[in-house]
């Protein structure tokens, strides 16, 4: 890591362990008061790097937090996102709150739950593809696990 960038790294922990922000934007905006000059997706890799991921919230909103692993970060987005879950033949439908399907099933995606394909996801609702009827079953039984 090159010295400024480890610099840039230390500050965002720092501002984010102060609890001063809650979105990239307002990260975005105390790095620069800080005189670091950093693009979203600059700020985006330097959060996945340090542990931090965007979940939602009680409220329905979102913020930044430190999770321990993929499984952690699936197990939040379930527990906050999540509604409902059905399988119909291979397909299984998965209702969350309103817009946090993309990071749920992104989530989904990263954690590479056993027998999903692959997902696709709107609003409030996730497609996930799976090899047949059975592995719909066990896929939904997997996924259960994270919102317990």
Do not use: C, W
């Amino acid at each position: 890591m090159s010295g400024k960038k480890d610099k840039r790294s230390s500050i965002i922990r720092k501002i984010l362990e102060g609890g001063e922000v809650h979105t990239q934007i307002e990260l975005r905006n105390e790095l620069k008061k800080k005189g670091f000059e950093a693009s979203q997706a600059t700020i985006s890799r330097t959060l996945k790097e340090l542990g931090y991921a965007r979940i939602p919230d009680a409220e329905g909103s979102y913020r930044l937090s430190k999770v321990k692993g993929r499984n952690e970060h699936i197990h939040l987005l379930f527990k906050l996102g999540l509604e409902d879950i059905l399988a119909v033949g291979n397909i299984i439908l998965i209702k969350t709150r309103p817009g946090n399907a993309q990071a749920v099933a992104g989530a989904i995606d990263r954690t590479r739950v056993d027998n999903i394909l692959g997902t696709v996801a709107g609003d409030d609702t996730i497609i996930a593809i799976t090899k047949d009827e059975k592995e719909a079953q066990e896929a939904i039984k997997n996924l259960k696990k994270f919102s317990a």
